[in-house]
Every structure is written in C-alpha cells, then in structure tokens.
C-alpha cells in the first residue's frame, strides 16, 4: 500500500499523472502549431484547424463535468512544481511561436518562397495561439513573486502587460462593479468590450504607477515606472518584426495582437457579463458565470471555475472547484461563437440573466439592473451598445 492511501501505488501513480497531463492541451497544440509554421504551406494553417477542432471537442463534451481531484485525506493530486514548470517553459514556447511567424515574414519578404495564402494562415494561427497566452499570463499574474514577472513578460507578447496589475488590483476588487473595466454590463457586445476593457485596465495601471510614484517624488518617466516598463516589454516583438517584414511585418504583428487581445477581453466578457455586485459588499460565487464541461475546463485550465476562483483567488488552478456559481451550461469555445454575433449571444444569455436576477441577486443589485436596462433600453438592438 501507498502511505497514506487505501489503494495502491500503481493506482496512485496513474491518477496523479491523468491529473497533471490533462491539462498540457494547449502546450501540445502550441507546439504543432509552431511545426506547423515551419512546414510551410498547408501546414501554416494548423493553429487555425486545431482551434475549429477544439470548437467540436468543447461542443461535445458540454454535458460532461467533473469535480476538482483530492483523495480522502484532502489533498491535491496536483502537482506544484509540474505545473509552475510548464507554465514558465510557455513564455519560450510563445516567444518561438512569433518568431516563427517572423521567419515566414522574412521568407515572404526577401525571396518570395512562402504564399500569400501560407503567410495569411501562418498570421491567423499566431494570433489564435499567442491569445491562448492569456491561460498561463492569468494563472501566474497571481504568483506575487516570480510568477508576476512571468505572467507580465507573457502578456507583453501581446502588448498587454499593464494587465497583470489591473487583474489583481482592480478586476479582483471591483468584480461586478461600473467601476471594473473586464467586467462588461447587460447589452455591451464584445467588440466593444475588448476596446473598452483593454483601455481602462491600462488607464489603471498608469494611475496606479503615477500615483506610486507621486507618493514617493519620482518623476512619470522612471525606470521605477512598471506602466511604461510593461509596454517596453514589448519592444523585442515590434523589432523581430520590422526587422523580418517591414510594413507587412507591423501589419502582421497588430493582426496578431489584435487576435490575442480580443480573445483576452472574450474571456473576461464571458466570465462576468451582465453579473452585477453592490459596491462595498463581498465578492461571491455568484457574480462570476461558472465554465467547468470537461474540454473547457483541461484546455483552459479550470480558469472558466470564475466563481471559485475570485472568492479564493490565491488557489491553484487544479484545486478548483464547483461552487454552485450562475453557468451557462455550454464551453468557453462554443459561447465564443455567440459572442461573435451579439443579438444571438443576448437572446442566448437572457434567461440565465433572468434567473440569476429571480433566484440569486440582492434587492440592491436587481435595482441596478433595472436603472441600468431603463438607461440603455433604447440601445438594445444596437450591436455597438457600450
């Protein structure tokens, strides 16, 4: 017998190992994604067909849903150190995944041997694949030590670094809040969503540097300055791709990241739309949407269990668990294609929004439900609804 265990070793062997491998999907993936760029031709494409496949495996897996694994004495089947490694190698994994990209660039602009068809897929899987990148930038941005450097150093592949303070200092905090950029109210699209979460997490992030360094009588334009520090992480990218394409390289890299972006800010728009918290009062399950059907929760690394995780947000990602929070009852890549067509994605979303109103808002907040649809009734067939 295994110390501590009514059952084997083998037994327990095994199971530790389907608890810790089910979750190297999007590793493996990115990997032949980048095979995929090297190969040329059909094969640049890779990314974009593993992602339409991961639409059909995260559709049929929707009615599956598994709790968090712990044995009888509670304890994880996780293991630490296995997972923080795999998500530190995903910062190099996602480095080479752009620079792949730029050896294509470079081919197309010095000696014309990749397509223009090859190049279009090659910029569409880099830009599916480097969004993934929110997953691991998410998960480590709440690692206060090295984790933190890790998960900014990951978002500055997209030009998103300023994210990693406003998700713990704000999103954390004002969850369900006006006051909360990533949280998107009734009627807001994704589109407009993505630009005006984007924004207003970099507004914060600035503040948060310029009012730190008022306090300590340094200038905006310091070393000390981590909005500006976030932002000049990202300059490696902007120059392998000048260097590698030119205009269609500056071209390539704002489609690559206007991709990553997007399917950042998709995530946070559907992890808390139309959810509503009364300012000053706790944050509970109840105001994040719940994702946990098998495929949704291994390749994004439970981050769809919203509502565990922002009530205990210093948990790793394999601890969490059901909670009973609102849920949508369809996968993150399946809800994705709603969001995409915002009249669908209302009618969709509204009697989950109705029941959460009837069954699990406060009186406070069905009253600013309600002042907030008579404000915006009018804008309801506008698919620009901000």
Same mark, same amino acid.
């Given at each position: 017998?295994?110390?501590? &265990?009514?059952? %084997?070793?083998?037994? $327990?062997?095994? #199971? =530790? !190992?389907?608890?810790? @491998?089910? /979750? *190297?999907?999007? +590793?493996?993936?990115?990997?032949?994604?980048?095979?995929?760029?090297?190969?040329?031709?059909?094969?640049?494409?890779?990314?974009?067909?593993?992602?339409?496949?991961?639409?059909?495996?995260?559709?049929?897996?929707?009615?599956?849903?598994?709790?968090?694994? &712990?044995?009888? %004495?509670?304890?994880? $089947?996780?293991? #630490? =150190? !296995?997972?923080?490694? @795999?998500? /530190? *190698?995903?910062? +190099?994994?996602?480095?080479?995944?752009?620079?792949?990209?730029?050896?294509?660039?470079?081919?197309?602009?010095?000696?014309?041997?990749?397509?223009?068809?090859?190049?279009?897929?090659?910029?569409?899987?880099?830009?599916?694949?480097?969004?993934?990148?929110?997953?691991?930038?998410?998960?480590?941005?709440?690692?206060?030590?090295?984790?933190?450097?890790?998960?900014?150093?990951?978002?500055?592949?997209?030009?998103?670094?300023?994210?990693?303070?406003?998700?713990?200092?704000?999103?954390?905090?004002?969850?369900?809040?006006?006051?909360?950029?990533?949280?998107?109210?009734?009627?807001?699209?994704?589109?407009?969503?993505?630009?005006?979460?984007?924004?207003?997490?970099?507004?914060?992030?600035?503040?948060?540097?310029?009012?730190?360094?008022?306090?300590?009588?340094?200038?905006?334009?310091?070393?000390?300055?981590?909005?500006?520090?976030?932002?000049?992480?990202?300059?490696?990218?902007?120059?392998?791709?000048?260097?590698?394409?030119?205009?269609?390289?500056?071209?390539?890299?704002?489609?690559?990241?206007?991709?990553?972006?997007?399917?950042?800010?998709?995530?946070?728009?559907?992890?808390?739309?139309?959810?509503?918290?009364?300012?000053?009062?706790?944050?509970?399950?109840?105001?994040?949407?719940?994702?946990?059907?098998?495929?949704?929760?291994?390749?994004?690394?439970?981050?769809?269990?919203?509502?565990?995780?922002?009530?205990?947000?210093?948990?790793?990602?394999?601890?969490?668990?059901?909670?009973?929070?609102?849920?949508?009852?369809?996968?993150?890549?399946?809800?994705?294609?709603?969001?995409?067509?915002?009249?669908?994605?209302?009618?969709?979303?509204?009697?989950?929004?109705?029941?959460?109103?009837?069954?699990?808002?406060?009186?406070?907040?069905?009253?600013?439900?309600?002042?907030?649809?008579?404000?915006?009734?009018?804008?309801?067939?506008?698919?620009?609804?901000?």
């Amino acid at each position: 017998k295994f110390p501590g &265990f009514n059952f %084997n070793k083998t037994e $327990f062997s095994m #199971k =530790t !190992f389907y608890v810790n @491998v089910r /979750y *190297l999907i999007v +590793p493996v993936m990115t990997v032949l994604t980048i095979y995929g760029l090297f190969l040329g031709g059909i094969y640049a494409w890779t990314g974009v067909f593993l992602f339409g496949l991961n639409i059909i495996l995260d559709t049929a897996t929707k009615n599956i849903h598994l709790r968090a694994d &712990f044995d009888e %004495n509670g304890n994880s $089947f996780g293991i #630490k =150190t !296995f997972q923080y490694i @795999v998500m /530190y *190698l995903m910062l +190099p994994i996602f480095i080479v995944l752009q620079c792949a990209l730029a050896w294509n660039l470079y081919q197309f602009t010095t000696s014309s041997t990749v397509a223009v068809e090859t190049l279009i897929g090659a910029i569409l899987s880099t830009g599916l694949w480097a969004g993934l990148g929110i997953i691991y930038g998410h998960e480590l941005s709440h690692n206060k030590r090295e984790g933190f450097s890790v998960s900014r150093a990951i978002m500055a592949l997209s030009g998103a670094s300023h994210f990693t303070y406003a998700h713990v200092y704000q999103h954390h905090l004002e969850l369900g809040h006006q006051n909360d950029p990533a949280t998107a109210p009734r009627g807001r699209n994704v589109y407009w969503h993505t630009w005006l979460s984007h924004f207003g997490q970099s507004k914060f992030s600035f503040d948060l540097e310029k009012q730190k360094l008022e306090r300590h009588n340094k200038s905006f334009f310091s070393l000390d300055n981590k909005w500006i520090l976030g932002y000049l992480y990202s300059l490696p990218s902007i120059v392998l791709f000048v260097w590698s394409g030119g205009i269609i390289g500056i071209v390539a890299l704002v489609v690559v990241w206007s991709i990553s972006n997007f399917l950042l800010e998709a995530l946070n728009f559907m992890g808390h739309y139309g959810l509503i918290r009364e300012a000053g009062k706790p944050v509970e399950h109840k105001h994040s949407w719940d994702n946990d059907n098998l495929f949704t929760s291994w390749f994004f690394i439970e981050i769809g269990r919203q509502g565990d995780h922002h009530v205990r947000g210093e948990t790793y990602f394999w601890e969490l668990d059901e909670v009973g929070a609102p849920n949508y009852e369809i996968g993150y890549f399946t809800l994705f294609l709603l969001t995409l067509i915002p009249p669908v994605f209302r009618k969709y979303t509204q009697k989950y929004l109705d029941e959460w109103d009837r069954n699990q808002a406060s009186e406070a907040e069905k009253q600013i439900a309600k002042d907030y649809y008579e404000d915006t009734k009018h804008l309801s067939n506008n698919i620009f609804v901000v």
